[in-house]
């Protein structure tokens, strides 16, 4: 599988499972109408070919005002959604994957996974 293929694949997994996740978002808390209220979505996956890693998928978080810098629950739930992708597939992990959660112009976190 190309990467360009594989990025696709990861970004469509999830958006989904982040949807049906409820955003990782308490029911009472959630809504839709305030992308404040939601804690982590999905925005989107990009193919990189990283000097030193080589071929990288990097999958882009955002989250909302819930989480901060380095926070255990916001890795807990990119850990979730990386677990979730592995297990549906695995052969995306021959390539590199990198999750970089945002919040506005911050970058909450960088995880990596080989």
Known sequence: MYIDE????AKNF????T???????P????DIKKPDSIRLYFFKAESSME??????????FV?????????????????????ALKAN???LFEYR?????RKGNLILDILNYE
């Not at 594989?6 to 694949?9: I, L, V």
């Not at 999830?14 to 499972?17: F, H, I, R």
């Not at 029911?27 to 959630?30: A, I, L, P």
């Not at 989250?63 to 677990?83: A, I, N, P």
Request: proline share 3%; net charge negative; hydrophobic share 40%.
């Open 6 to 9: 594989a990025a696709e694949m």
């Open 14 to 17: 999830l958006l989904q499972y």
């Open 19 to 25: 949807k049906d996740q409820y955003y990782f978002t």
């Open 27 to 30: 029911k009472e808390v959630y």
């Open 51 to 60: 000097i030193e890693a080589g071929p990288t998928i990097v999958l882009f």
């Open 63 to 83: 989250s909302g005002s819930y989480f901060y810098e380095h926070d255990v629950e916001l890795r807990q739930c990119v850990q979730e959604c990386m677990d």
């Open 89 to 91: 597939h695995p052969d």
């Open 97 to 101: 994957l990198k999750a970089v959660v």
